[in-house]
C-alpha cells in the first residue's frame, strides 16, 4: 500500500495494517501551494508515538535512514518506509504521527502532522 500524503501540514492522516511494510510519499510544499527544492534540506524525522504520550517516540525515521528524497529534488517528494516489524509491538488505536524538516538557510518547519491509524495485523 502506498499512501501520498502533503497538501496541507496538519490532518495528514493514514491507516496502517500493524506489523506491516508501508511507503508514504510526502510532498513538501511552500505557502502557495508549489513543492519545495529539497536540494538544501539537512536534515528530515519522522516520529509516531502514543497520544497519551506525546514526549515519546515508539518509532523514528531520519533521512537516509528509512526517508529518502523520492525522485528529483526539485519535485520535494519524500518517501518515509515504514518496514515489516516496525510496528509489530504497537497497539491497534490512533497514534500521533509528525515530519520535522531543517534547511540550509536555517528554516526549520513541521512539515506534517495527523493520524496514524493502525487497524489490525495484516494476514496475507
Not at 501540514?9 to 502557495?32: E, L, M, S
Not at 539537512?42 to 523514528?60: F, M, P
Not at 528509512?66 to 516489524?85: C, D, K, M, P
Request: with cysteine; net charge negative; hydrophobic share 35%.
Amino acid at each position: 500500500m502506498e499512501g501520498a500524503i502533503g497538501s496541507t501540514k496538519t490532518g495528514q492522516n493514514f491507516r496502517h495494517w500493524r506489523g506491516d511494510y508501508q511507503p508514504i510519499i510526502v510532498t513538501i510544499k511552500d505557502a502557495n501551494g508549489d513543492p519545495i527544492d529539497l536540494t538544501g534540506l539537512l536534515a528530515a524525522v519522522w516520529e509516531a508515538s502514543d497520544y497519551e504520550a506525546l514526549d515519546t517516540a515508539l518509532l523514528t525515521k531520519k533521512l537516509n535512514d528509512g526517508i529518502e528524497i523520492h525522485g528529483a529534488a526539485a519535485n520535494g517528494q519524500l518517501l518515509i518506509t515504514i518496514s515489516f516489524g516496525d510496528t509489530g509491538e504497537f497497539n491497534i488505536k490512533h497514534h500521533y504521527h509528525e515530519l520535522h524538516c531543517k534547511y540550509q538557510d536555517g528554516v526549520q518547519e513541521t512539515a506534517m502532522s495527523g493520524d496514524m491509524h493502525l487497524i489490525g495485523t495484516h494476514v496475507a
